[in-house]
């Protein structure tokens, strides 16, 4: 009976939303509540596509709605006025909010939103031409007490040309969108609920879940969703719909990961779900601290581990000459040692707290963004140029005041150094804290990645603070000369890598004109040593030169950079390009498919394609066993690829995926391959 009455008192706010509609009906022609603007994103070629946005601004107080309303509501359509020969996509939504009242839920947006689409250019189009495109807009405003249906006539125009400039507005509506998950789910009814059983790695972190159905009248939208992990599977729970339930042959849902709005799409087909596994936190419960104190110690033991990487051999270097000077004076050993955490652990902050705020601010960024940029490879390799004309002796360092050779000071900058160069892989155990960090609060993020900077930091730590260990370093004296100018070799190798890097990220005329001004660089640092060694200053001219040289290159570099033609990358394992079309494609295929993602500036990455990768028995054994291989590069920013790596979990590269023949969720392999690593799992 309460069941009853309750549906009947959700009937009549119902009615009374609709009466009040139809009584405020002719306001929509004079002004709207939720403004539409059609924008497109910019030009395109004959035969490509351009993607065009609904930019929806809900006035205060007011909200919009997904495409399944859920217990009352409207979503949008529109009515395109096209000529033949061009054709518009589906619209893509992003991830809705819930709005409960009086016991109806309902799926809705109360800030600024924008639906997607994208327009093919007619492939009869000629370069020039304008294309004008219009469409009779629908939609629903709703406040907690009123809706009003509201319409427009909206319209934009497309060049057909070259593609300009990126639009940032469209990559921060884009990174809005949920991801598609690129396995299918399965799901059951059984016991008045219906079970979905949704392929998501266990490293990724899920907080306050919840699952909006496209597919209409399958499930009470009201009723508390259950959520369950079994392993690298989320088991969703929903109550049926309590008057007349569907069971349609498939279900297309979107699965909300968090708070902050982050989801991906899911397609689901009849299948087994399991039962049991461990319940996940519901909204509203305090989050479990276990949770972030494991996520801590992963964080902390993912530093520690990065001090053996590749991607941070270049500054051991610094670090050695600085661990032999620790052995002169057990105070000053110490002073380095917490000086040398200090800046690792700042630096760490740093950069977690910009990747954060860029995340939140709508780009699409991972963990070692930077590298990405090519003015910050530039800084770089001027740097790394400078490091090694010093270890070689060529010069010293003119800043005592801050960070002369042996003081804390010193220690300070070498462990911001160390730091920025240990962002361009992720390693072991770190892979999860990161992804988590993306997902969680600001404070507890940060907490994780002050942990990462302090696990970098631990064995300078260790050996300063601990005599013992400190003993056992060699005694100081003339082999620390020859020990530094051996440590140039790597700083070298590191600079002519960047080099490399910024042909890949600014294009060959960029690295040209960088090549030339660090080779303008290292003769001043040459001259310099000069004066030096003859007891002189560098003196107010040489100064002037070189201020004058960095501001005209600061001036004239970002004018330099240009995006590299995209070209296949030559693979012994005949590698196809990556992308969420390409990996359904192949996916239905019912082969099994080895998903790689990696960059030019990550040498973990290059080195598993070495050892592992790119090898005559891993071609062999995935050819015998119709492996399909697709390889994702993020080199630079790639919003498609950055959301991917969110979805699976992962804050940076190496990410390894290997998805088994005829279905089922997807196999993260570690950061670290094995020489026979890929061959075992073809053979299996």
């Given at each position: 009976?309460?069941r009853f009455a309750k549906w009947l008192a959700g009937l009549f706010q119902l009615a009374a939303l609709m009466l009040a509609a139809l009584l405020a009906a002719p306001l929509a022609a004079r002004e709207?509540?939720?403004?539409?603007?059609?924008?497109?994103?910019?030009?395109?070629?004959?035969?490509?596509?351009?993607?065009?946005?609904?930019?929806?601004?809900?006035?205060?107080?007011?909200?919009?709605?997904?495409?399944?309303?859920?217990?009352?509501?409207?979503?949008?359509?529109?009515?395109?006025?096209?000529?033949?020969?061009?054709?518009?996509?589906?619209?893509?939504?992003?991830?809705?909010?819930?709005?409960?009242?009086?016991?109806?839920?309902?799926?809705?947006?109360?800030?600024?939103?924008?639906?997607?689409?994208?327009?093919?250019?007619?492939?009869?189009?000629?370069?020039?031409?304008?294309?004008?495109?219009?469409?009779?807009?629908?939609?629903?405003?709703?406040?907690?007490?009123?809706?009003?249906?509201?319409?427009?006539?909206?319209?934009?125009?497309?060049?057909?040309?070259?593609?300009?400039?990126?639009?940032?507005?469209?990559?921060?509506?884009?990174?809005?969108?949920?991801?598609?998950?690129?396995?299918?789910?399965?799901?059951?009814?059984?016991?008045?609920?219906?079970?979905?059983?949704?392929?998501?790695?266990?490293?990724?972190?899920?907080?306050?879940?919840?699952?909006?159905?496209?597919?209409?009248?399958?499930?009470?939208?009201?009723?508390?969703?259950?959520?369950?992990?079994?392993?690298?599977?989320?088991?969703?729970?929903?109550?049926?719909?309590?008057?007349?339930?569907?069971?349609?042959?498939?279900?297309?849902?979107?699965?909300?990961?968090?708070?902050?709005?982050?989801?991906?799409?899911?397609?689901?087909?009849?299948?087994?779900?399991?039962?049991?596994?461990?319940?996940?936190?519901?909204?509203?419960?305090?989050?479990?601290?276990?949770?972030?104190?494991?996520?801590?110690?992963?964080?902390?033991?993912?530093?520690?581990?990065?001090?053996?990487?590749?991607?941070?051999?270049?500054?051991?270097?610094?670090?050695?000459?600085?661990?032999?000077?620790?052995?002169?004076?057990q105070a000053q050993a110490r002073a380095e040692g917490l000086a040398y955490t200090a800046g690792v652990v700042v630096a760490s902050l740093a950069l977690g707290g910009l990747l954060l705020g860029l995340?939140?601010?709508?780009?699409?960024?991972?963990?070692?963004?930077?590298?990405?940029?090519?003015?910050?490879?530039?800084?770089?390799?001027?740097?790394?140029?400078?490091?090694?004309?010093?270890?070689?002796?060529?010069?010293?360092?003119?800043?005592?005041?801050?960070?002369?050779?042996?003081?804390?000071?010193?220690?300070?900058?070498?462990?911001?150094?160390?730091?920025?160069?240990?962002?361009?892989?992720?390693?072991?155990?770190?892979?999860?804290?990161?992804?988590?960090?993306?997902?969680?609060?600001?404070?507890?993020?940060?907490?994780?990645?002050?942990?990462?900077?302090?696990?970098?930091?631990?064995?300078?730590?260790?050996?300063?603070?601990?005599?013992?260990?400190?003993?056992?370093?060699?005694?100081?004296?003339?082999?620390?000369?020859?020990?530094?100018?051996?440590?140039?070799?790597?700083?070298?190798?590191?600079?002519?890598?960047?080099?490399?890097?910024?042909?890949?990220?600014?294009?060959?005329?960029?690295?040209?004109?960088?090549?030339?001004?660090?080779?303008?660089?290292?003769?001043?640092?040459?001259?310099?040593?000069?004066?030096?060694?003859?007891?002189?200053?560098?003196?107010?001219?040489?100064?002037?030169?070189?201020?004058?040289?960095?501001?005209?290159?600061?001036?004239?570099?970002?004018?330099?950079?240009?995006?590299?033609?995209?070209?296949?990358?030559?693979?012994?394992?005949?590698?196809?390009?990556?992308?969420?079309?390409?990996?359904?494609?192949?996916?239905?295929?019912?082969?099994?498919?080895?998903?790689?993602?990696?960059?030019?500036?990550?040498?973990?990455?290059?080195?598993?394609?070495?050892?592992?990768?790119?090898?005559?028995?891993?071609?062999?054994?995935?050819?015998?066993?119709?492996?399909?291989?697709?390889?994702?590069?993020?080199?630079?920013?790639?919003?498609?690829?950055?959301?991917?790596?969110?979805?699976?979990?992962?804050?940076?590269?190496?990410?390894?995926?290997?998805?088994?023949?005829?279905?089922?969720?997807?196999?993260?392999?570690?950061?670290?391959?094995?020489?026979?690593?890929?061959?075992?799992?073809?053979?299996?």
């Amino acid at each position: 009976m309460l069941r009853f009455a309750k549906w009947l008192a959700g009937l009549f706010q119902l009615a009374a939303l609709m009466l009040a509609a139809l009584l405020a009906a002719p306001l929509a022609a004079r002004e709207t509540n939720i403004s539409a603007t059609l924008l497109a994103e910019g030009s395109a070629m004959p035969g490509g596509t351009v993607t065009l946005a609904i930019d929806m601004k809900p006035a205060p107080g007011w909200h919009g709605y997904w495409l399944n309303p859920g217990d009352a509501g409207q979503g949008m359509t529109l009515d395109w006025t096209l000529p033949p020969g061009r054709k518009v996509g589906a619209l893509q939504y992003p991830v809705p909010a819930t709005l409960t009242i009086a016991g109806l839920m309902n799926h809705v947006y109360k800030t600024e939103y924008a639906v997607l689409t994208s327009f093919t250019v007619p492939a009869t189009a000629r370069p020039g031409d304008v294309l004008e495109l219009t469409a009779r807009g629908r939609w629903l405003a709703c406040t907690d007490e009123i809706c009003v249906p509201e319409e427009g006539e909206l319209a934009t125009k497309v060049t057909v040309g070259q593609p300009g400039a990126a639009d940032a507005r469209f990559d921060r509506w884009r990174a809005a969108l949920p991801a598609p998950l690129g396995s299918p789910a399965r799901f059951a009814f059984s016991g008045g609920k219906l079970r979905v059983a949704i392929p998501l790695p266990a490293a990724l972190k899920v907080a306050s879940p919840h699952l909006f159905l496209s597919t209409e009248r399958v499930v009470d939208y009201a009723a508390p969703q259950a959520f369950f992990r079994q392993g690298d599977l989320l088991v969703a729970e929903l109550p049926v719909a309590k008057f007349a339930p569907e069971q349609p042959d498939a279900i297309e849902a979107v699965l909300r990961l968090n708070p902050n709005g982050d989801g991906v799409i899911i397609a689901a087909a009849p299948g087994a779900v399991p039962t049991g596994g461990e319940p996940l936190q519901v909204a509203g419960e305090a989050p479990a601290t276990p949770a972030l104190g494991w996520l801590l110690l992963a964080a902390l033991a993912g530093g520690l581990l990065l001090n053996v990487m590749p991607c941070v051999f270049p500054i051991l270097s610094l670090k050695a000459l600085s661990l032999a000077r620790a052995g002169e004076s057990q105070a000053q050993a110490r002073a380095e040692g917490l000086a040398y955490t200090a800046g690792v652990v700042v630096a760490s902050l740093a950069l977690g707290g910009l990747l954060l705020g860029l995340r939140a601010a709508g780009q699409e960024v991972g963990w070692a963004f930077q590298l990405q940029e090519p003015l910050v490879v530039a800084a770089l390799l001027l740097l790394a140029v400078a490091i090694t004309a010093n270890l070689l002796g060529l010069y010293e360092f003119m800043v005592p005041g801050f960070a002369s050779e042996g003081s804390p000071q010193g220690a300070f900058a070498t462990g911001l150094l160390a730091a920025f160069a240990a962002t361009p892989c992720t390693g072991p155990f770190m892979a999860a804290a990161m992804g988590a960090a993306l997902l969680l609060p600001v404070g507890p993020a940060l907490l994780l990645f002050g942990a990462l900077g302090l696990g970098i930091a631990l064995p300078f730590l260790a050996i300063a603070w601990v005599p013992a260990l400190r003993r056992r370093l060699p005694k100081p004296g003339p082999w620390m000369g020859r020990f530094r100018r051996w440590m140039a070799l790597p700083m070298g190798l590191t600079a002519l890598a960047l080099a490399w890097l910024a042909s890949r990220i600014g294009g060959n005329g960029f690295a040209f004109a960088l090549t030339l001004l660090a080779v303008i660089v290292v003769a001043a640092l040459v001259l310099l040593g000069r004066r030096q060694r003859h007891g002189l200053a560098a003196g107010a001219l040489w100064w002037g030169a070189l201020a004058a040289v960095l501001g005209l290159s600061a001036l004239g570099l970002p004018g330099m950079v240009r995006a590299p033609e995209a070209s296949a990358e030559a693979s012994l394992l005949d590698a196809q390009p990556f992308s969420e079309q390409a990996l359904a494609r192949v996916r239905a295929s019912g082969k099994p498919v080895f998903v790689y993602m990696t960059a030019d500036w990550c040498l973990s990455c290059k080195v598993n394609e070495r050892v592992a990768i790119e090898r005559e028995p891993t071609r062999d054994a995935f050819a015998k066993a119709g492996v399909i291989v697709l390889r994702g590069d993020w080199t630079r920013r790639d919003p498609e690829i950055t959301r991917f790596l969110t979805a699976q979990g992962a804050a940076g590269i190496p990410l390894y995926l290997w998805y088994p023949a005829g279905g089922g969720a997807p196999q993260q392999l570690p950061q670290v391959l094995g020489p026979d690593s890929l061959v075992k799992l073809a053979d299996n």
